[in-house]
């Protein structure tokens, strides 16, 4: 082993290789750090989906397509009288969309519609950016399916972000659930289109008056270009604000590929013409509204709000327009008779604004009411002239006097108390102490000033008198006018003999319902409005029974009928024949209140019964000489003639009641005796058999068959006892 030499120096100590460098270890905690915290992003990302995924499970998919709808209104025979209830709403299948729509939307809304599954992730980063970029939002990442999941859970629509995960994750499990087809179908029919307006059709036939499937390119356009704000940009309001929208959709268009320019520019230049169809149609009208009060009686409050029924009234829509056009027709006509001083409709309207509702109208105004004999059905109704200036219903409302229509009743309350369309009645004055329950001065005039002594009841009924009516009424008893009053459908009227002559309160509604039961054989068959109601799956859900109870004999009804068809042919209604040409078998009453403030006409026939008043909303003379027969008659007469052209007539006679002939005397209702004969008081006609007095004259001496025997009278003083005061 060779020696070093003392001078030679030792060799230097290599250090130790240290086992990593420092920068591999700051880069390898980099690394480190990268990876835990994209598991910790990863794991917090599943987590959140899996959170809200399962809150989006909570959301029930069958909603989706439960739309609030406007609920259909119809008549009889199923024609549309308009929409209530819901929302302004006519869902339509995306098969009667317009191409050009779907196209507008998808380009407006979600270009890559059908490249994501419910949440564009490139959409979310391209918002992401361009809002990073300008410091605020000014870019949305919706997808058209996130926006349907809004629309349609009430609870979403807020901007918190909550809010945003679960309509993300809701919006995936759309997808999963959902045809592409099916959302957009959805989405057009659900989204808010302006004021009072859902759905692409409800859209299309208010700013253009057409179906949906009808709307040409610049048209969908535009209504595609409003959706993200459409009360600032509705065409109605913000016509140019529309336009620019529309040519935005249009330019999106031709950047997505699916127009041409050519065709971009074509729609852009192309005529827009707007319909001025009122958003909510037909929601006026007094049949309307006397709709929407049952329905808010028949109907839970969820059956109310989510709407799409069908209600088919007993309505016929022909019959409504005819008895409103007669009203106005014939109303304009009273306003240029000489002596009318109120104002004029015409003259009201110059200086209506259009919206102000008048709680009284100082113009002339009518009411009327038709119902169907056979089932208390009505098929028209007006409640005034016009429902935009005053909402309130005077044919189901109004609280008038009756004036002379309450003959009728009175008279067959006093036939089924004895007396007979024969028996003589005394037309004279009334005198103190004559009338119970009367004030002693109590002393009606006829509305002539005159009297004509002793004459029929018949004549009583068809002249109007009214001194004959009190006395009649007076010997049926206070009692039984008013039981039959109330059971005939009128409100229990106060308790005074001046019941006799009008003084009840009552509309047309009660009046024409009570007057129908003279043709229904003494029946009263309960007026209806609302027939069926069927729900969007075609259930009956309510149908409206025929409900009846009979207020006096078919007896009673007989004889009336007989009576009160001469009031058509000879008495206050005369005209209705010789002027009017109405020439229909029926009978019917004129009514007329003190100073001419109410007139009044109701009749029948066998199948339907009207009633129709004229008057002013605060009671006062509507025009000299103004009587039931003059003013309200004639627009019974149009409407009756409509209703017997479209075949509202008897065609098979009614069975008639057997009949016995018998020979009675004028001043006691009873059988006559020669006597009878002798005082020239006896007389021939034909009575129903349960009608037909049990006794003879006993006032009249003469030969006759044995007395069968007396029946004691009801009251103190009987019907031998007045008559002998009235000769007296």
């Known amino acids: 082993?060779?020696?070093?030499?003392?001078?030679?120096?030792?060799?230097?100590?290599?250090?130790?290789?240290?086992?990593?460098?420092?920068?591999?270890?700051?880069?390898?905690?980099?690394?480190?750090?990268?990876?835990?915290?994209?598991?910790?992003?990863?794991?917090?990302?599943?987590?959140v989906i899996g959170v809200y995924s399962h809150l989006a499970k909570d959301y029930d998919l069958t909603k989706l397509g439960q739309m609030p709808?406007?609920?259909?209104?119809?008549?009889?025979?199923?024609e549309v009288l308009g929409r209530m209830h819901g929302e302004n709403r006519i869902i339509v299948p995306l098969s009667e969309v317009s191409p050009f729509f779907v196209k507008?939307?998808?380009?407006?809304?979600?270009?890559?519609?059908?490249?994501?599954?419910?949440?564009?992730?490139?959409?979310?980063?391209?918002?992401?950016?361009?809002?990073?970029?300008?410091?605020?939002?000014?870019?949305?990442?919706?997808?058209?399916?996130?926006?349907?999941?809004?629309?349609?859970?009430?609870?979403?629509?807020?901007?918190?972000?909550?809010?945003?995960?679960?309509?993300?994750?809701?919006?995936?499990?759309?997808?999963?659930?959902?045809?592409?087809?099916?959302?957009?179908?959805?989405?057009?029919?659900?989204?808010?289109?302006?004021?009072?307006?859902?759905?692409?059709q409800r859209a299309?036939?208010?700013?253009?008056?057409?179906?949906?499937?009808?709307?040409?390119?610049?048209?969908?356009?535009?209504?595609?270009?409003?959706?993200?704000?459409?009360?600032?940009?509705?065409?109605?309001?913000?016509?140019?604000?529309?336009?620019?929208?529309?040519?935005?959709?249009l330019k999106r268009m031709v950047e997505t590929k699916v127009i041409t320019p050519e065709e971009e520019l074509a729609a852009r230049y192309a005529d827009i013409a707007l319909h001025a169809q009122p958003a909510f149609q037909s929601q006026g009208g007094y049949a309307l509204d006397a709709v929407r009060r049952d329905l808010d009686i028949i109907l839970e409050q969820q059956e109310i709000e989510d709407g799409g029924l069908q209600v088919f009234t007993t309505l016929n829509k022909t019959l409504q327009d005819a008895a409103?056009?007669?009203?106005?027709?014939?109303?304009s006509a009273v306003e240029k008779l000489r002596g009318y001083k109120h104002e004029k409709k015409a003259d009201f309207d110059k200086t209506w604004d259009g919206t102000q509702e008048?709680?009284?109208?100082?113009?002339?105004?009518?009411?009327?009411?038709?119902?169907?004999?056979?089932?208390?059905?009505?098929?028209?109704?007006?409640?005034?002239?016009?429902?935009?200036?005053?909402?309130?219903?005077?044919?189901?409302?109004?609280?008038?006097?009756?004036?002379?229509?309450?003959?009728?009743?009175?008279?067959?309350?006093?036939?089924?108390?004895?007396?007979l369309p024969g028996t003589y009645l005394n037309d004279a004055p009334i005198q103190p102490g004559e009338i119970d329950e009367a004030d002693p001065g109590w002393s009606p005039q006829n509305s002539d000033g005159k009297f004509m002594g002793l004459s029929t009841v018949t004549e009583g009924l068809v002249r109007s008198r009214n001194t004959m009516t009190v006395r009649l009424g007076n010997f049926a008893g206070l009692n039984r006018v008013i039981d039959l009053l109330t059971n005939a459908g009128f409100s229990k009227p106060q308790r005074t003999p001046q019941i006799f002559i009008g003084n009840l309160a009552g509309n047309p509604r009660q009046l024409t319902s009570?007057?129908?039961?003279?043709?229904?054989?003494?029946?009263?068959?309960?007026?209806?409005?609302?027939?069926?109601?069927?729900?969007?799956?075609?259930?009956?859900?309510?149908q409206t029974p025929v409900l009846e109870s009979e207020v006096i004999t078919p007896s009673v009804a007989h004889l009336m009928r007989q009576i009160l068809g001469q009031v058509l042919d000879r008495g206050t209604a005369a005209s209705l024949r010789s002027e009017y040409g109405f020439k229909e078998p029926g009978g019917g009453k004129t009514g007329t209140t003190n100073d001419y403030k109410d007139a009044w006409f109701a009749g029948y026939t066998d199948r339907v019964t009207c009633g129709v008043w004229v008057g002013l909303d605060k009671p006062q003379t509507i025009v000299d000489e103004g009587y039931g027969g003059k003013l309200s008659l004639p627009i019974w007469a149009d409407v009756m003639k409509k209703a017997v052209a479209l075949g509202y007539k008897t065609e098979v006679p009614k069975v008639q009641i057997p009949l016995s002939r018998v020979t009675l005397c004028r001043v006691s209702s009873q059988l006559a005796t020669d006597g009878?004969?002798?005082?020239?008081?006896?007389?021939?006609?034909?009575?129903?058999?349960?009608?037909?007095?049990?006794?003879?004259?006993?006032?009249?001496?003469?030969?006759?068959?044995?007395?069968?025997?007396?029946?004691?009278?009801?009251?103190?003083?009987?019907?031998?006892?007045?008559?002998?005061?009235?000769?007296?």
């Not at 700013?207 to 270009?225: C, D, R, T, V």
């Not at 058999?689 to 009249?700: A, R, S, T």
Request: hydrophobic share 35%; net charge positive; glycine share 8%.
């Open 676 to 728: 009878c004969g002798h005082a020239g008081t006896a007389y021939e006609d034909a009575l129903p058999y349960d009608l037909v007095p049990q006794n003879f004259c006993i006032e009249h001496q003469g030969i006759a068959a044995p007395r069968p025997r007396t029946q004691q009278p009801s009251r103190s003083r009987g019907i031998f006892d007045r008559i002998r005061g009235w000769f007296r």
């Open 1 to 47: 082993m060779k020696k070093k030499s003392p001078g030679e120096s030792k060799p230097k100590p290599r250090p130790a290789k240290p086992s990593l460098s420092r920068w591999q270890s700051i880069k390898r905690l980099v690394v480190l750090t990268l990876m835990g915290g994209s598991l910790l992003c990863t794991l917090t990302v599943a987590l």
């Open 514 to 542: 009570a007057m129908s039961i003279f043709p229904n054989q003494g029946l009263r068959r309960r007026p209806f409005l609302i027939d069926r109601i069927i729900d969007k799956a075609g259930n009956i859900i309510y």
């Open 324 to 331: 409103e056009q007669s009203v106005e027709k014939r109303l």
């Open 358 to 419: 008048i709680s009284s109208t100082s113009y002339l105004q009518a009411a009327l009411m038709m119902l169907d004999n056979q089932t208390g059905g009505i098929l028209a109704l007006v409640g005034g002239r016009d429902y935009r200036q005053s909402k309130y219903n005077r044919a189901t409302q109004g609280e008038r006097q009756i004036g002379s229509t309450v003959k009728p009743f009175v008279y067959a309350a006093g036939v089924a108390s004895g007396f």
């Open 69 to 78: 709808e406007r609920t259909i209104v119809m008549d009889f025979k199923g």
């Open 104 to 200: 507008a939307l998808l380009a407006r809304e979600d270009s890559r519609f059908y490249d994501h599954s419910g949440v564009d992730l490139k959409g979310v980063a391209r918002a992401a950016l361009r809002n990073i970029k300008d410091m605020r939002v000014v870019q949305g990442a919706s997808t058209l399916t996130m926006q349907l999941a809004r629309n349609s859970y009430p609870d979403l629509d807020d901007r918190s972000l909550h809010r945003k995960l679960v309509e993300m994750m809701l919006a995936r499990r759309i997808e999963k659930a959902c045809t592409k087809e099916q959302i957009i179908e959805h989405y057009v029919n659900r989204i808010f289109y302006g004021p009072g307006i859902y759905g692409v």
């Open 204 to 249: 299309s036939q208010v700013y253009f008056g057409k179906h949906a499937s009808q709307l040409n390119l610049s048209e969908a356009a535009m209504i595609a270009g409003i959706i993200r704000s459409p009360v600032r940009f509705s065409p109605f309001r913000n016509y140019e604000g529309a336009l620019k929208e529309r040519d935005t959709v």
